[in-house]
């Protein structure tokens, strides 16, 4: 199949793993690998506006990466403080919509303030969202949006017996978009790493050992075949999904 005759997924998000190794492999300091990780984020970036995917989340730090040695994470934030400032003009010639998922209040002030210049002069960007999970983990963020609700039924503003998915969902970080169709995680891992835990629910799940570095256009169009290979049932029989076509 061509890959201009593939369903695109509306949203990908990409657990991207393996950086270090690929650092290592190549007798080198993980650093590297985040600095070749960065390229490839350049690539993903670029292919998935120009096949037409509406939203990409890429992980790019965790709440639990700030375990990870002083020199990586000052080196990651740096990284990221490089890329968002290199990539305004590309973001804006191509349409794209930054948005950071996760408490970017903990994030260092520098990387904080054009994170968010960033976000505001890409507002009005409606080729495609760019979600960067930044300072992200999905159980503090579900636990963030039943404390909301909880507040709303304290102050009277909600019953609990009323709370809906869609209360819940408005209080997510990646409201109001769609929840992801495929996730990819590069570097071997099969696991989603308290990645999006709600919004994964019926998301199809590619796992490839490509590491992060290597993963390009090519990779990426390989996962949306994959993804196109798969009958998405959302609780159905398959032959009911065949009578009404793919939801
Ligand atoms: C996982 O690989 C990768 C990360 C924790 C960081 C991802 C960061 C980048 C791709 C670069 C910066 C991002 C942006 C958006 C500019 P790992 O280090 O866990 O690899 P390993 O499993 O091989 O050790």
């Given at each position: 199949m061509d890959s201009k005759e593939l369903v695109?997924?509306?949203?990908?998000?990409?657990?991207?793993?393996?950086?270090?190794?690929?650092?290592?492999?190549?007798?080198?300091?993980?650093?590297?690998?985040?600095r070749a990780g960065v390229k490839a984020v350049q690539t993903i970036v670029e292919a998935a506006r120009s096949l037409g995917v509406r939203h990409l989340t890429l992980y790019a730090f965790s709440?639990?990466?700030?375990?990870?040695?002083?020199?990586?994470?000052?080196?990651?934030?740096?990284?990221?403080?490089?890329?968002?400032?290199s990539e305004l003009q590309r973001m804006l010639r191509n349409e794209i919509r930054l948005h950071c998922l996760g408490d970017a209040e903990q994030l260092p002030k520098d990387v904080r303030v054009i994170l968010e210049e960033t976000m505001a002069k890409t507002a009005h960007c409606t080729g495609m969202n760019l979600n960067l999970a930044l300072n992200?983990?999905?159980?503090?963020?579900?636990?963030?949006?039943?404390q909301t609700l909880a507040r709303a039924c304290e102050e009277k503003s909600l019953h609990w017996a009323d709370?809906?998915?869609?209360?819940?969902?408005?209080?997510?970080?990646?409201?109001?978009?769609?929840?992801p169709?495929?996730?990819?995680?590069?570097?071997?891992?099969?696991?989603?790493?308290?990645?999006?835990?709600?919004?994964?629910s019926y998301a199809e799940l590619y796992f490839t050992e490509v590491k992060w570095p290597d993963f390009g256009r090519d990779?990426?169009?390989?996962?949306?075949?994959?993804?196109?290979?798969?009958?998405?049932?959302?609780?159905?029989?398959g032959e009911q999904?065949?009578?009404?076509?793919?939801a």
């Open positions: 695109i997924p509306s949203h990908i998000a990409i657990i991207m793993d393996g950086n270090g190794r690929w650092a290592t492999e190549r007798g080198q300091l993980r650093l590297f690998g985040h709440t639990e990466n700030w375990q990870r040695p002083a020199s990586e994470v000052s080196g990651l934030m740096a990284l990221l403080q490089n890329y968002l400032k992200y983990g999905s159980r503090a963020e579900i636990l963030r949006a039943v709370i809906e998915e869609a209360h819940f969902v408005r209080e997510l970080y990646s409201a109001p978009q769609p929840d169709d495929l996730l990819i995680r590069t570097g071997g891992e099969c696991r989603l790493s308290n990645f999006l835990l709600w919004q994964l990779e990426l169009i390989e996962a949306i075949r994959a993804y196109n290979a798969r009958q998405r049932r959302f609780g159905r029989t999904v065949q009578a009404g076509g793919q």
